[in-house]
């Protein structure tokens, strides 16, 4: 079962969480901001120009804050951008649902999932419809930090509310588990989706490819190669560079 601060209480897509649940960005203390120097210019504008939009007399719309942000994360520069939500929120700038978004991105690369999901509260407290955006970057967050099987239950929970789910977000889920070293897990996983209304495709087979070669399991990779064009889904050359490559290992 996934912990109560994970827990949806609602029967339909206007999901709850327990009022006890602290807005954990609003409580932390200021992130370290680690800055690359090839990218300390590009920072540093953008921190500025965020700072002169701030200032203005008439405040700008909220998308000329999010291009900002997105910027930020682009470079990788997530505390940044946390501590400039903070800004905004103390500016009382309401955020859209992509303000939001970012956010969680951000909160899930620095493994701060219980904020990530305050700021999925705050999404349904200002009445946006959830979309598979946001629940997709969340099921990231949990691959991330290596919490495989929380996203896995995560997903079931949403699924069993009628939410739809589309490739990215099982492709997500069987590269997180590829990542903990299950592709006989990740095999049976895909086989469920064949049966699906959301077909894997080839980036999805991919993934699970590369692991079973990975792993030293090539029979079972060669298998589900075959298995993959027999389903009609052409492979590229990412589906047969890992294949290739054990076969140089063995012939060296």
Not at 43 to 53: N, Q
Not at 87 to 101: E, G
């Amino acid at each position: 079962m996934l912990m109560t601060r994970y827990t949806f209480f609602h029967s339909t897509f206007l999901l709850r969480f327990s009022p006890s649940l602290p807005f954990c960005f609003f409580s932390h203390s200021p992130f370290p901001v680690a800055i690359n120097n090839n990218n300390r210019n590009n920072v540093d504008d953008a921190v500025a120009s965020f700072v002169t939009l701030l200032n203005k007399h008439h405040l700008p719309s909220v998308v000329e804050f999010n291009k900002i942000l997105g910027s930020l994360v682009k470079l990788k520069q997530y505390p940044t951008s946390v501590s400039l939500f903070r800004q905004m929120d103390f500016r009382a700038i309401t955020p859209d649902l992509v303000t939001l978004n970012i956010l969680i991105n951000c909160f899930c690369h620095l493994g701060l999932m219980d904020s990530a999901f305050s700021a999925l509260a705050k999404i349904i407290k200002l009445g946006h419809d959830l979309n598979v955006i946001t629940l997709n970057t969340l099921m990231k967050g949990f691959c991330i930090n290596n919490k495989v099987k929380e996203a896995l239950e995560f997903h079931d929970k949403v699924k069993s509310m009628g939410f739809q789910f589309d490739e990215v977000t099982y492709g997500i889920l069987i590269n997180g588990i590829c990542k903990i070293g299950r592709t006989r897990a990740a095999i049976e996983f895909l086989q469920k989706l064949e049966k699906h209304p959301v077909k894997p495709d080839v980036i999805t087979y991919n993934t699970v490819i590369d692991g079973l070669c990975k792993d030293g399991l090539v029979i079972e990779a060669k298998n589900l190669f075959s298995k993959m064009i027999a389903r009609g889904i052409s492979p590229d050359v990412v589906s047969i560079v890992p294949l290739f490559m054990v076969f140089v290992v063995r012939i060296n």
